[in-house]
């Protein structure tokens, strides 16, 4: 009996170490992809959630998506092996290098001829023209700001319009999930620098594939969003946009082409944000937010086991919630279906 207990506690072992194994690797190789991916299906709800999901993922990850992409795998193997040689040799001409032939290197290095930089330059051809005998590809990426790409200063346009639209806006803004992390300071220049824009039945808002520049919001009216996948020469119904729904945010979040195209189903009131207020209103103040909620957790002792994806991941269902003094949060006795953390 003790022999067939250890066995079956050994093959038990065994199982749960492939179990937290899977879940290891689901986590660093799945995740990042998957739940980005959830989210946006649940904010959008199309009534074809397959189609959508397929729109997203060509979307994001171009032809990948679809087949795969051997040869850039491939290629990347072998940049990989060739940079750890380059390493390696490094290593070796440090370590056998004195403290004075560092610094004759570092003054030798100080006076090298500008021009010798051209030599470096040539090699970025031969790189390129590698790259492009794979063939063209869409890419998606975020904005990147850096020495090479300064982020300008922000100053916020402001649209005039009249007390009762800017109260009409941030009624629909207040009920779009687009804006729910913005407080209201955030919330006043981003109804300052709206739009209006009436469409009539049947005009096409958003063309797919064109450059996004603005995103909107519906205030009356509807709108059908289709897309054309591959091999398909009619467009396929993705979802219908309703009052109060954010559509064109994609092409401003990752820099991308438009995935879809928005018709409205008849005439339409429309509120245009321009991608400049997106950008440093909008997109920051989410990522802001989720930095502090992350920063938060790390201060709850229930929560102190977490690691830094798993803050991420709980960062993002943070919903604020006011209540007034005297106000009932809790009722003995009702469902528990929220938990709730005391900021301030």
Not at 82 to 102: S, W
Request: with cysteine.
């Amino acid at each position: 009996m003790s022999e067939a207990n250890s066995g079956q506690s050994k093959s038990s072992s065994q199982r749960e170490l492939k179990t937290q194994q899977n879940r290891f690797w689901l986590q660093s190789n799945v995740n990042d992809i998957l739940e980005p991916m959830m989210l946006a299906c649940c904010q959008e709800s199309p009534q074809d959630k397959i189609a959508f999901m397929i729109a997203y993922l060509e979307e994001k990850y171009g032809e990948r998506a679809m087949q795969g992409d051997k040869k850039n795998l491939e290629f990347m193997r072998n940049e990989a092996a060739r940079l750890e040689n380059l390493v390696e040799q490094q290593k070796e001409k440090t370590a056998g290098t004195t403290d004075d032939e560092k610094q004759e290197e570092q003054n030798s290095e100080d006076e090298t001829d500008p021009d010798d930089d051209d030599d470096y330059v040539d090699i970025l051809p031969e790189q390129i023209a590698k790259a492009n005998k794979k063939g063209p590809r869409q890419s998606v990426s975020a904005e990147a700001f850096g020495n090479f790409n300064k982020k300008e200063e922000f100053k916020a346009r402001v649209v005039p319009k009249s007390d009762a639209a800017k109260d009409a806006i941030m009624e629909k803004i207040g009920n779009s999930f687009m804006f729910s992390g913005l407080d209201e300071a955030e919330k006043l220049i981003v109804v300052d620098a709206m739009e209006e824009k009436k469409t009539f039945k049947n005009e096409v808002v958003i063309k797919e594939g064109d450059e996004g520049d603005c995103l909107f919001v519906v205030s009356s009216g509807t709108l059908s969003c289709t897309k054309v996948f591959k091999g398909n020469t009619e467009p396929t119904f993705l979802k219908r946009y309703e009052p109060s729904e954010a559509f064109g945010e994609l092409a401003l979040l990752y820099n991308a082409p438009r995935a879809a195209t928005i018709t409205s189903d008849d005439e339409c009131v429309l509120y245009a944000l321009d991608r400049a207020t997106f950008n440093h209103i909008v997109k920051d103040a989410a990522n802001n937010k989720r930095e502090k909620y992350q920063q938060f957790l790390k201060t709850i002792p229930l929560l102190e086991t977490m690691d830094d994806y798993e803050r991420s991941q709980v960062s993002e269902a943070f919903k604020d919630i006011k209540f007034n003094q005297g106000e009932c949060i809790i009722k003995e006795g009702d469902e528990g279906k929220e938990l709730y953390f005391l900021l301030q």
